[in-house]
């Protein structure tokens, strides 16, 4: 059975910062990750997907990589800005889309 | 393209009243659709896997009888949480899979959520 675990499960950093979010996922034989962001009250926004035969995909100030041998992904968020504060998950989709319990990010002006 | 939309955003119902939810895939057909379930400060749980034209597979623990699912068309699959109670207030989405990109991506799109207030 999947298990996606996400570390920290809260993170407050000074704007400016880089900063990575980690996911690990127990089985490793996933189609993809995907990383999305929610804010409050909110649906969920697609930020990235690696498939499983990438290493990373980048979007602006976003880049996040996949190592599928030891069951992890990072999301490194370039030069933070407040409007970046927000939960962010990751997702492994394999028969099903298993979720993370989240990153909780706040960036301080 | 890939949008997902899903009415109603929000809705307040009594105890014992029954509720429906509606996930439409706008610019693609969708074989496929799941409903999620975020309770606050929770993560996503699935709780049903909606195939068109057959019955809905639900996740342990899911009451069938309690969260019908319809998906009677390639672009629309309803919810109803029947006889709904306060401790069924939650946020709900939707999600759906593109039929025509399906083998190569495994993707799913999501909708914007529906918040069921029960009172």
């Known amino acids: 059975k999947q298990e996606v675990t996400q570390i920290p499960a809260a993170l407050s950093v000074p704007e400016g910062e880089n900063l990575v979010l980690n996911c690990s996922f127990t089985?490793?034989?996933?189609?993809?990750l995907q990383w999305f962001r929610q804010d409050p009250g909110k649906g969920l926004t697609s930020l990235l997907l690696?498939?499983?035969?990438?290493r990373e995909q980048t979007s602006g100030r976003l880049n996040a990589s996949l190592d599928k041998s030891s069951g992890r992904s990072t999301l490194y968020i370039a030069a933070s800005q407040p409007g970046d504060s927000a939960t962010y998950l990751c997702a492994a989709q394999g028969g099903k889309l298993i979720f993370g319990q989240g990153t909780e990010l706040s960036v301080k002006p | 393209g890939a949008v997902v939309s899903q009415h109603p955003s929000w809705v307040i119902c009594k105890s014992g009243t029954s509720v429906k939810i509606e996930c439409r895939s706008l610019?693609?057909?969708?074989?496929?659709m799941f409903w999620y379930r975020q309770f606050p400060k929770q993560s996503l749980m699935l709780m049903a896997t909606?195939?068109?034209?057959?019955?809905?597979?639900?996740e342990q623990g899911v009451e069938k009888d309690k969260f019908l699912i319809n998906h009677a068309s390639l672009t629309l699959s309803t919810l109803t949480v029947t006889s709904a109670h306060p401790e069924d207030s939650s946020f709900y989405i939707c999600?759906?899979?593109?039929?025509?990109?399906?083998?190569?991506?495994?993707?799913?799109?999501f909708g914007p959520g529906t918040r069921l207030t029960v009172l």
């Open positions: 610019d693609f057909q969708a074989t496929t």
């Open positions: 690696i498939q499983s035969s990438q």
């Open positions: 909606s195939n068109e034209g057959s019955k809905a597979t639900y």
């Open positions: 999600s759906a899979r593109d039929r025509d990109r399906a083998l190569s991506y495994n993707e799913q799109f």
């Open positions: 089985d490793s034989a996933i189609y993809n």
